[in-house]
Structures are given as C-alpha cells and as structure tokens.
C-alpha cells in the first residue's frame, strides 16, 4: 500500500499566488482590465464607422474638404494641417508621461513634477483644439443644399473648386423667426434659421454663370460628379429643399449626416477620455508636489495613470486614421 505526499510548502509550484500575480500590483493589473474592456468599446464603434463609410461611400465627406481649418489663418485652405498639429500634442504629451515614469523609478521629484505639469498641458492644448473644431464643424464654412431625398447638393467654379453661399447669395430682407414652443405649433421648437433661403440660392445660382452643382454621385475616377450649367438650375428648382449651414447630428453640409453622427460620437468620446485623464492628472501632480509618493518611497501611481495616458494616445491614433487619413 503506497502512501501519498501532499506538499503544503510552494516548492514546485508553478504560481504562488500572493498580492503580485505576474509581477504586477493589484492597480496595474484592474488598469490594464479597463483598458482592454475599453479598447474592445472603441473597436466596436470604429468598426461600426468602418461599415457605415462603405456602405454610404458616394455620399461620405471627403476629409480634405472638411477640416482645413487653422485659428488665425481664416480663409487659407490648409487641409489636415491643425489636426496633424493636434496629433503631435497629444503624442509628445506621451513621451512627456514616459519621462515622467522614468523620474519616478529614480525617486526624482523635481523631474516628475516637471514632466507631469508638461503632460497636463499637452493634454489641455489637445482638448481645446479638440473643442474649436468642434464648433468650425458645427458652424460649416460653404453651406450646400438639401435634397426631398436627404441628399446634398455643393456648388463648385468652373475649375472645380468650392464656393460658399454667401459668394454668390444676397439675403433679401425678411420678417419671418423661427418657430418657438411658445407660439406656433405646440411642443415644436425650429432650428436656427439658416442666412439664405432656398430661393434665394436659385436667384444667385441664376446671376452666377460660373457657379456649378456637384452631387455626391461618385464618378469612374472617383470624383463627386459636377453638373453642366443647365443641370444645375434644373436639380436645384426640381430637387432643392432646403438650406444647409454646417453640420449636425440632423443634417450635414458635408455630405452624409452619418459622418456627423459619428463624429460628433467617436472623438466626444475620446475627448472625454482626454478630460478624464487630465483631471486625474492634475490630482496626481498634486500630489507628487506635496511629497505623497516621495513618503510612500514608490511612485507607481504615476505609472498607474501613465498607462491609461497611453491608451488615450493610442485610441487617437486610431481615430485619426479612420476619420482623417483612411
């Protein structure tokens, strides 16, 4: 009859268990759970882009024309350029939260303190660029008009560049506001009223020989088709509805309304990440300058939220792709 050994010492075992499995503190290893549940979040909604674009490819915006805007440099076409500028903030406030992490392995306040408050500003200046796009997008800078099919009209010269409304439009003097709750029609509130009306556009389009239609129908090339003068006047009288002036999550002077929903979604969503980050940040700072991780003779913390600074560079990248570059 044999007998049998049970050991109750850790020799042998392959894992001991205790507070560090894989060598990771129990903060690292719960951060590191949120951000591959997160990131799984942001798959999802940039495959779901991914599909829509596809889906909707002749009337999706062409991101060139859409964000060629730079503060202070009103009326200059410089497709890319801020968000490009945006993406390197963001970036270079990583490396900043690199060299931080770093200063703190070596017990060095002073450098962490430096490199924290050089991340939170990166963070800031990124959010605000995030911020005064927002409100170019909101406002739009051409306007187009609508169709009774939900589709957008632009209008174009004779080399094919965009004109705006106001180039070709004179807004005739007007009585009419928009309707409130308070009077009109119970429980409806209109819209902001847009600066031309649809007649109006048909009058400038009548005086303007060198002002073209072009529909979101794609040609061979891959270029929105351009209609010939005789064309235009007939699409715009048979098809117009209505006036567009920028972008929303009901319509879009860029083309597919899809393309602002998701907009508007995707990068609110990363901007609230950035913001989250920042706050967390600050309070991080905070705390290394009153010596809280100098006592604790550890400065993981920072390396904590280091990680989930990372992320948010990361997913941007991402999101640049998809919205900007792809």
Known sequence: MSTTVVKTGTEGKTWGGGNDPLKASYGKMMMWFFIVSDALTFSGFLAAYGFSRFK????????????????????QELPMIYVAFMTFVLIMSSVTMVLAVDAGHHMNKAKVTIYMFLTIIGGIIFLGSQAWEWKTFIQGDYGAIQTNGGRILQFVDTD???????DFVVAEPTDRVAHERKNGLWYVQEGT????????????????????????TLTESGHKTVLSRGESLQKLKKDGKAVVEGANLVVNEYGAPLFADFFFFITGFHGFHVFSGILINIIIFFNVIVGTYERRGSYEMVEKVGLYWHFVDLVWVFVFTFFYLV
């Open 56 to 75: 909707f490819i002749d009337s999706w915006p062409i991101a060139d024309e859409v964000f060629t805007h730079v503060p202070f440099l009103h009326g």
């Open 160 to 166: 094919g560049n965009r004109v705006a409304l106001k």
């Open 193 to 216: 009223l847009p600066t031309y009306t649809l007649s109006e556009v048909i009058h400038g389009l009548e005086s303007h020989e060198n002002i073209l239609v072009r529909t979101q």
